[in-house]
C-alpha cells in the first residue's frame, strides 16, 4: 500500500514538473520573441540623429507600411545629452510613419542601419501556443482527477486522507499508568474500576444480562486528573487506546469532521475491544441550533454522526467511550442521555486528604528537606487543583534551583506558593514613600478584619511589595479547612472584609482612592447573588431573581428578558445596596476599634515590607515575636 502511494505521488510530481518547466520555457521564448526598448518621441530621436549620437539603426516596417519602429543604438559623449533631459549610451525605439523617409534621413547623416522585412503573425504564439496551453491544463486536471477516482476506488487512503482521524491506537504494553498513579480521586477510581472488570472480563456481565456502558463522561473543572484517569483506565484494561480531542474533528470542509468519526469508529472496531478518549468533547458535542446561524452547519453534522456511532443502528461492541470537559453545561441532550454516555462521573476539586496524596506524588523525584510538611501544604491549599498543586511544588524546585540550593526548603515553598496565588512580586519597582504608606494601611485594613470576624481568615501574608498583577500590595488569607457551605453569615463577612482596605484609608487620611477598586467589584458581586441567587434577603424573600448570562454561542436564545418588573428591579437593587451600606458600617466600627492595632501593623509592614502569620498575630494580640 505505502509503495503504490509513493508512485503515485512521484507520478503527480513529475506531472506538475514538467508542467512547470513548459510554462517557464514559454515564457523566456516570449519575453524574447516580443522583446521591447525604451521607447522615445520623436523630436529626441531627430535631435540625437542631429548630434550624430546614433551609431546603429534597424528599421522594422509594420503590415501597415510605410509605418514603423526604427530600433537605434545611442552612443553619448560623455557630459552631453538632449534639450528634454540627459541620456546614456543604449538602445531606443521610436515609432515613425514613414519608415522610407527615415532611411533617406539616416543615409543624409551616414548611419549604418538594416531594414527587416515586413513582420508576420506567429503562428505558434498567437495561435498554437494557447491552444497547447490549454491541452496540456486540461491533460494535467483530467491525469488528477482520474488518479484521486481511482485512489479513492482502491482504497488508496493517499487522496483522502484529509477525513483520516489523527490518532492510533496506543500500545497496551506501553501504558504504565495505573489507577495507584492517580492520586485521590477514591470514588472516582472505584467507579471507573468496573470498566476495567468488563474489558478484562465481559462475559460474566453478559451471562448476568447487563448492558454494558457505551460511555462514560468525566465532568470537573480543568486540571482535576480526567484525562490521567482515562489513561488509568487503559493502563489497567490492557486494552488499545485511542484519544483525540474534540476539535480535531471539526475542519472548514463540509464532512470532514463525520468521516473523521467514522473512520475513529471503524478503526475501534478492528481493535475491539478498546477504549476512545474524547477530550474536550464540548468543541463538538455542543447543543444544536446554537449561535446567531441558529442551523445546520460542520460542527453539528459531526455531532450527528457521533450520536449515530455511540446508539445507533450499528453495533459497536467492546468499545467504551470515555470523553471529558468541563462544560457540561453546554453539551447537547441526545448525548447525555443513557445509552450514550450512560454515566457521569464528577471528578472535582481533591479535599485535604486529596490534596496529600497528590503532593506526595509529585514530590516523589524533588529533592526536598525533612523539613517540608505536605501534609501542612495541603491544609493551606484549600481549592487548589491536582494541577495546581504540581505547579506549586514545580515552582518550588525552579525557585531552588534558581538559587543553587541543595533541598527545597519551606522557604521556597512558601515563595512559590505567592507566586502561584498573587504573582510574582516586583520588588525593583520604585515606589513613594506615601504611596507605599496608602498601601500599608489598605492592606492592613483587611488583615483587621481577616483577624476580627469568626468565619473569615487567618490571614497568612500581608505584603506592600508589587506584585505582577499590578497591585500595590496584597493580602492573602490561610483557609485551613475546606467549606462546603457558604452560609450567610461568612458571605457578609467577605463583604466587611472586601471594605476593609478603603474604610482604613478613609479613616486615616480622610481621602480615598481608586485601590480599592476590585475590592468594591468583589463586595457587589457577592451582595448581589445573596439577593438574587440565594434568597438570603428577607425583603425580597426566598425568590431566585437570578439572569440568565449564557453566551449565544453556546445554544441559548440570543435575548435575554427579565423574569420580573422594573419596579422589582429597583427592590433588588435597593436590597443589595443596603446589605453593603450595613457592611460598610460594621466594618467601619471594628477599624476604628481597632485603631491602635492598625497603626502599630503600618509600622511593622513599613520597616519590615511583608509580615507572616505570626508576626501579625503578635501584633494584633499584643505578643512578642520569637
Do not use: W
Not at 520573441?33 to 516596417?61: D, G, H, M, V, W
Not at 545611442?74 to 538602445?91: A, C
Not at 498554437?128 to 486536471?141: E, S
Not at 448525548?335 to 471528578?347: C, E, H, L, N, S
Amino acid at each position: 500500500m505505502e509503495n503504490n502511494q509513493q508512485k503515485n505521488t512521484k507520478k503527480i510530481g513529475i506531472i506538475y514538473l514538467l508542467f512547470a518547466v513548459i510554462i517557464i520555457a514559454v515564457a523566456v521564448i516570449s519575453s524574447n520573441a516580443f522583446r521591447q526598448y525604451t521607447e522615445r518621441t520623436y523630436s529626441e530621436y531627430c535631435e540625437l540623429l542631429a548630434k550624430n549620437a546614433i551609431t546603429y539603426a534597424r528599421i522594422r516596417p509594420n503590415e501597415e507600411v510605410p509605418t514603423g519602429t526604427v530600433i537605434f543604438i545611442v552612443q553619448m559623449p560623455e557630459g552631453e545629452g538632449t534639450e528634454e533631459g540627459s541620456y546614456q549610451s543604449g538602445t531606443y525605439q521610436v515609432n515613425v510613419t514613414n519608415i522610407d523617409a527615415e532611411r533617406e534621413a539616416l543615409l543624409q547623416h551616414n548611419v549604418a542601419f538594416e531594414v527587416q522585412g515586413v513582420k508576420e503573425k506567429s503562428y505558434f504564439f498567437y495561435t498554437l501556443l494557447p491552444i497547447l496551453m490549454l491541452i496540456i491544463g486540461l491533460a494535467v486536471v483530467i491525469v488528477l482527477m482520474f488518479g484521486r477516482a481511482n485512489a479513492a476506488a482502491n482504497g488508496n487512503p493517499q487522496i483522502m486522507s484529509f477525513i483520516k482521524v489523527r490518532t492510533q491506537a496506543s500500545d497496551p504494553k506501553k501504558n504504565k499508568i495505573r489507577f495507584a498513579d492517580v492520586a485521590g480521586l477514591q470514588e472516582e477510581k472505584a467507579e471507573l474500576a468496573e470498566v476495567v472488570d468488563f474489558l478484562k472480563a465481559p462475559q460474566k456481565y453478559i451471562d448476568m444480562g447487563a448492558r454494558i456502558p457505551k460511555g462514560l463522561l468525566l465532568l470537573g473543572p480543568p486540571g482535576t486528573g480526567k484525562t490521567l484517569l482515562a489513561k488509568a483506565v487503559a493502563g489497567e484494561a490492557g486494552v488499545p487506546f485511542f484519544t483525540i480531542s474534540g476539535s480535531d474533528f471539526v475542519e472548514m470542509f463540509v464532512g470532514v469532521g463525520a468521516g473523521r468519526v467514522r473512520d475513529l469508529f471503524d478503526t475501534a472496531k478492528k481493535n475491539s475491544p478498546c477504549i476512545v478518549f474524547i477530550d474536550e468533547i464540548d468543541a463538538v458535542a455542543r447543543v444544536r441550533g446554537s449561535g446567531l446561524g441558529g442551523g445546520h452547519d460542520e460542527r453539528e453534522q459531526t455531532l450527528n454522526q457521533l450520536l449515530v456511532e455511540m446508539d445507533g443502528f450499528s453495533v459497536n461492541e467492546g468499545i467504551i467511550v470515555l470523553a471529558a470537559t468541563n462544560r457540561a453545561d453546554i453539551l447537547d441532550p441526545a448525548i447525555m442521555r443513557p445509552g450514550r454516555f450512560d454515566r457521569k462521573v464528577v471528578v472535582g476539586l481533591p479535599d485535604v486528604v486529596g490534596r496529600e496524596e497528590i503532593l506526595q506524588v509529585h514530590a516523589k523525584n524533588k529533592r526536598m528537606r525533612d523539613d517540608v510538611d505536605l501534609k501542612r501544604i495541603a491544609r493551606t491549599t484549600a481549592g487548589f487543583s491536582g494541577a495546581d498543586l504540581e505547579n506549586l511544588l514545580n515552582e518550588a524546585a525552579i525557585i531552588s534551583a534558581r538559587k543553587n540550593a541543595e533541598f527545597i526548603t519551606p522557604a521556597e515553598i512558601e515563595e512559590a506558593f505567592i507566586k502561584v496565588g498573587i504573582g510574582t512580586e516586583k520588588k525593583s519597582r520604585i515606589i513613594t514613600e506615601q504611596d507605599k504608606r496608602i498601601t500599608a494601611y489598605h492592606e492592613m485594613g483587611h488583615a483587621v478584619l481577616f483577624e476580627a470576624l469568626p468565619n473569615v481568615g487567618p490571614v497568612h501574608t500581608i505584603s506592600v511589595i508589587p506584585t505582577g498583577t499590578d497591585a500595590a500590595g496584597y493580602t492573602m488569607p490561610l483557609p485551613e479547612k475546606d467549606d462546603v457551605h457558604l452560609t450567610k453569615s461568612r458571605m457578609l463577612e467577605d463583604i466587611m472584609v472586601s471594605m476593609g482596605g478603603r474604610i482604613a484609608e478613609e479613616i486615616v487620611f480622610g481621602d480615598i482612592t481608586t485601590g480599592a477598586s476590585q475590592d468594591i467589584k468583589q463586595a457587589t458581586r457577592v451582595a448581589r447573588q445573596m439577593v438574587t441567587k440565594f434568597g438570603m434577603s428577607e425583603k425580597v424573600g426566598f425568590i431566585n431573581y437570578e439572569q440568565e448570562s449564557d453566551s449565544v454561542f453556546v445554544g441559548r436564545d440570543i435575548g435575554h428578558t427579565k423574569n420580573f418588573g422594573e419596579s422589582v428591579y429597583n427592590e433588588l437593587e435597593a436590597e443589595v445596596k443596603r446589605i453593603i451600606s450595613e457592611c460598610y458600617e460594621k466594618a467601619k466600627a471594628i477599624v476604628l476599634e481597632k485603631r491602635d492595632i492598625l497603626d502599630k501593623g503600618v509600622a511593622a509592614l513599613m520597616e519590615k515590607e511583608k509580615l507572616t502569620t505570626a508576626e501579625f498575630e503578635a501584633i494584633y494580640y499584643g505578643r512578642e515575636t520569637e
